[in-house]
């Protein structure tokens, strides 16, 4: 069984349009991540929430919007889809972020090309 | 400002032939300290935690230890089958409500020659 799963693994899109990343986890863990690697392998977080409620919101766009209907899911949508836009965007889930630092858990990622 | 630098960039090593991964870190309050392996395609996949200087985990030919500056990650024997990118992250204190944010380095990519 897959712990944290994504859809779709490839997204190829053209600029200016809207896309959505879905992301479910079946871990019982109470908060999921958004990070974005880029072409160095440099991994970033974009955000994470706890609980359905958003806990880090970094330097973002806000063409990106994150949402939760739930805690086992996390999805991403971008709206006006940019070049620089174009990696591998991966979602991750842990434990409660409180008390012990508790490892977090990732996807194999969706990578996202704009032409 | 946070600093998390790992080296070398790329490493190639002969299968048998041990060596080691350096994860440095200029850091406010360091909370704990992840090791994780990134296969190509893949999510990076947790390896290990260290919380405190002194402390080493090993699993398999992997070993990680913790200075109050760096972490190793030690390859003892290496098959072909170790070869990824192994990433460090670091969790800090004192981001208010954003207690689980994780820095990661840029990583250290290991092809094992058989």
């Known amino acids: 069984d897959t712990a944290v799963s994504q859809t779709p693994k490839y997204l190829v899109t053209q600029m200016g349009n809207d896309k959505s990343i879905k992301c479910e986890q079946n871990?019982?863990?109470?908060?999921m991540y958004w990070y974005k690697q880029d072409s160095k392998k440099f991994l970033k977080i974009m955000f994470s929430?706890?609980?359905?409620?958003?806990?880090i919101n970094e330097t973002v766009p806000n063409r990106f919007s994150p949402k939760s209907p739930d805690k086992a899911h996390l999805n991403l949508h971008i709206n006006s889809l940019e070049l620089g836009d174009s990696a591998v965007y991966f979602c991750a889930s842990s434990q409660d972020p409180h008390g012990v630092s508790q490892p977090q858990h990732f996807g194999d990622g969706t990578r996202l090309s704009i032409l | 400002e946070d600093q998390v630098t790992q080296s070398p960039e790329a490493l190639r090593l002969q299968e048998g032939e041990s060596s080691s991964l350096n994860c440095s870190y200029t850091v406010s309050g360091l909370r704990g300290l992840f090791w994780y392996r990134q296969d190509p395609g893949k999510g990076p996949e947790f390896l290990f935690t260290?919380?405190?200087?002194?402390e080493e985990k090993e699993k398999e030919r992997l070993k990680a230890t913790l200075t109050k500056k760096e972490s190793f990650l030690h390859i003892t024997a290496p098959k072909p089958e170790d070869s990824a990118t192994y990433l460090c992250?670091?969790?800090?204190w004192g981001y208010g409500g954003a207690t689980n944010k994780l820095i990661f380095g840029t990583g250290t990519l290991l092809a094992v020659q058989p």
């Open positions: 260290l919380y405190s200087a002194g």
């Open positions: 929430y706890n609980n359905k409620e958003l806990i």
């Open positions: 871990l019982g863990h109470d908060t």
């Open positions: 992250a670091v969790h800090l």
